[in-house]
């Protein structure tokens, strides 16, 4: 692993720690130092990339909404018929409640912090134009809301039950949504 200045993936690795730990220990047992440690980086490396705690994990739950956003588009792109976009829609719904655990937590922690501290709301308001944004390229508006409460809710609630995920109910919630269009 490269050290110093030179090491060109230092940034993405403190950013990478800082998830695992918010997964690990939430927002409040996030440390500068202990972000350092778990990236193997100097701890001086956090203020040269960052101006400090609220900038990394800002800029680390962006990137994890990015990520969250890649998964429309990756489910959505080639659906075009509306059966084809609603097993689409199926499918992401089980990716993301059947995915890592860690996954389900950072969503909580970062609509936790929405509900605090304005920063993270409009981080959260942008990653939900995005996703409906795909979504409407397939709804309408008022579907394309809905459909996306139900992306975002259902694997909450998935992950808090101990039944297994019931893919013919998903696919049924789905249909209802976007029975009209």
Known sequence: MATGHTDPRRRE???????????????????????????????GSMTYHFTGIDDLLLQALTGYADHVVTLFEHHLTGATTPDQVREAVTDLIHTLSEGPRRDLILVQELYTLAARHEPYRALCARWMRRSRTLLEQHFDAATARRLDALIEGLPLHQALDDTPPDRALTREAVSRITADT
Do not use: T
């Open 13 to 43: 690795r403190i950013l990478a720690a800082a998830l695992d730990l918010i997964a690990e220990e939430g927002v409040a047992g996030v440390s500068h130092r202990k972000i350092a440690a778990r990236a193997q980086v100097p701890l």
